[in-house]
Each structure stands twice: as structure tokens, then as C-alpha cells.
């Protein structure tokens, strides 16, 4: 069976889940807490698995892989049907932009690595914390917004069917969310997300459904 190294509350963690329940392929949640004694991602066993100390990691077998976006196509291309990249390259090339929009220009400003240096490092205050964290969410969304206003969007980011991109937009919602930003400034986005929140593979890949969640987070 697939083991699926998560944290509740990671976005690329969350993305992955996603991405399994959409595949509705079985795998194993190995909880790797990334607060508890220090981050159990620090612990040499979990370093010898993943030496950036990162979550997601995927075991699948022999194969041992890293990277939220390496590991949805690696789920879409070694457990077909493909669902999550269109069948043409103009299309693959939209949701890839899409979901890298999301993945590497606003999460990696905001990750829990990067907010951690900024409040324990640079002694910045909470409200500075947070002010970071709203202003490159908004920025990105502000652009995402708009490249979205294209007739390739439908229901999801791309067409009918939801993607790649979908599955790195309703993580990156659901903390903005946390950090109190009005998601309804950007209609289209969380038109998606309403949609994308019908299907049990996003629904049962939320933070709050997950084994290692604190019971406030499920409540």
C-alpha cells in the first residue's frame, strides 16, 4: 500500500490527499508532527527518508518521492486513468501555470519554516507574522483571480474536471481562510472552492478529517 508521510495542516500535504482521493487510490497516513518536541521532521529516522525535512514524502515501494507536484504526477502517470493534467499540451501547460502559481510564487512565502524565521529570527511581532502572510496570499490571488477569467475555466480551474491546479487552489484557500482574508473579494476562486468542497476527494483530504487533527480542529 501507498504510505503517505502528512501532517494535518500542511498545504502540500493536503494537496496530495487530494490527489489520492481523486485517483481513489488506498494509501497509509504516517502522521509526522511538524511542532511537537521540536518537529518530528528534525528526528533522524524522518531525515533519513527526506533529508530536506520536508512533508509530503510518498513510499511506493521501492520508489521513495519528495515535491507535493512530483508526486501527483508520478500518482497520474503510474496509476492511470490520467485525471489530474488535460490530454493536450496547451491544457497541461494551463493547469501546471495554475497550480505553480499556487505551489511555488505564494506558499513558499508562507510556510511554516518561513513564519517561523520571521517571528523567532527576526523578532517579528504577530501582527507583522500575519501581515506577511495576507499580503503575499492577497498578491497572489489578485493575479490568480485573473488569470482565471479565461474560457478554459469551468466548474474547476481548468474545464469540468478538477485538476492539478484545483488540488493546490482549495489548500491555499483554506489557510487564507485561517489568516482571516476575505476569499470573497476573489469570486471565481472560491466559486471553484464551493465546488471543489461537493466531492469527497477534497472533503475527506481536509485538515480537520485527518487522524493526526487536533479534536478543536475537527469541531
Known amino acids: 500500500m501507498l504510505e503517505l508521510y502528512t501532517y494535518f495542516r500542511s498545504s502540500a500535504a493536503y494537496r496530495v490527499r487530494i490527489a489520492l482521493g481523486l485517483k481513489k487510490l488506498d494509501f497509509r497516513a504516517v502522521p509526522v508532527h511538524l511542532l511537537s518536541d521540536g518537529g518530528e521532521q528534525n528526528a533522524a529516522v524522518y531525515r533519513a527518508l527526506n533529508p530536506q525535512g520536508l512533508v509530503p514524502t510518498?513510499?511506493?515501494g521501492a520508489h521513495r518521492l519528495t515535491q507535493?507536484?512530483?508526486i501527483m504526477e508520478y500518482l497520474d502517470e503510474a496509476y492511470p486513468p490520467?485525471?489530474?493534467l488535460p490530454s493536450d499540451a496547451a491544457g497541461r501547460a494551463r493547469v501546471r501555470s495554475l497550480a505553480l502559481q499556487v505551489a511555488c510564487d505564494?506558499?513558499?512565502?508562507n510556510n511554516l519554516r518561513v513564519l517561523r524565521y520571521l517571528k523567532h529570527e527576526l523578532g517579528q511581532s504577530d501582527a507583522a507574522h500575519d501581515a506577511w502572510y495576507r499580503h503575499w496570499v492577497e498578491l497572489g490571488f489578485q493575479a490568480l483571480e485573473q488569470f482565471l477569467a479565461s474560457p478554459r475555466t469551468g466548474r474547476f480551474c481548468h474545464g469540468d474536471s478538477p485538476s492539478l491546479a484545483d488540488c493546490c487552489l482549495v489548500p491555499q484557500v483554506y489557510n487564507a481562510r485561517r489568516f482571516d482574508i476575505d476569499v470573497s473579494r476573489f469570486p471565481t476562486?472560491?466559486?471553484i472552492e464551493r465546488a471543489c468542497a461537493e466531492l469527497d476527494a477534497f472533503r475527506l483530504a481536509a485538515p480537520e478529517m485527518q487522524a493526526d487533527a487536533p479534536v478543536s480542529a475537527a469541531s
Open 58 to 60: 510518498l513510499v511506493d
Open 82 to 84: 490520467a485525471l489530474l
Open 106 to 109: 505564494m506558499h513558499p512565502l
Open 189 to 191: 476562486i472560491e466559486r
Open 68 to 70: 507535493s507536484l512530483a
